[in-house]
């Protein structure tokens, strides 16, 4: 619970500055990826495939709840 808390904020508040959510999904994947692939690299394969699912999920539910935000508000 605690991955796919901690993309939803970031990924609302890029699509709201940005009105990109694509983009904004886009760029929270490839941080995604390297958090994971260091975590697999540097600590000895630490890296969790569930991790970036949930972590995608986040970014997912952001992006998503931003753009449900910006429909209802205009």
Known sequence: ???IALFVPAAVGW???TCRPAVVFSVCAGVVLTIESL???VLSGAG???DVI???LGA???AGAAVAF???AI
Do not use: E, M, S
């Open 48 to 50: 969790d495939p569930a």
């Open 60 to 62: 997912a539910i952001g």
């Open 54 to 56: 949930a972590n995608l």
């Open 70 to 72: 910006r429909r209802r």
């Open 1 to 3: 619970w605690l991955n």
């Open 39 to 41: 975590h697999a690299t």
């Open 15 to 17: 699509t709201l500055l």
